[in-house]
């Protein structure tokens, strides 16, 4: 950010890891035990046992994740890996918080989100509802 001539740097752990371990590690904070089948296109996940109280909206054998070819990239690559070394070496730039971290901080980031939609229309306001989820 100090620099004196602007340049583009990758900011990343250097790690990899896939999106199904990510989804596990998001019903690990939720308290969710997942359940994977299908192959491909045809992989979901369905819920298989809630612990507490973060998933009210969930119940057992629920679909909670499951693939959409809408979101495949037109060139897709099978590893996707972000190399910090520029960072490093230039701004002496380091990871400081492991991919749990984040995934717990989004986790909670989306919780809180979500109480305060409830609230709002709870008290009769007008909640904008994402259409993501919808098939083309």
Known sequence: M?????????????KVISVRAFVRMVGLELGI???????????????????????PALAIADVAVEVNPRYFRPLEVETLLGDPTKAKQLLGWVPEITIE?????????????AKQKALLKEHGFTVPVARENERP
């Open 33 to 55: 035990g997942l359940e994977f089948s299908g192959i491909g296109v045809e992989e979901v996940v369905t819920v298989a046992s809630i612990v507490g109280d973060k998933s």
């Open 2 to 14: 100090q620099q004196d001539e602007p340049d583009d740097f990758v900011i990343a752990t250097g």
């Open 101 to 113: 971290q984040i995934c717990a901080e989004m986790v909670a980031h989306d919780l809180d989100y």
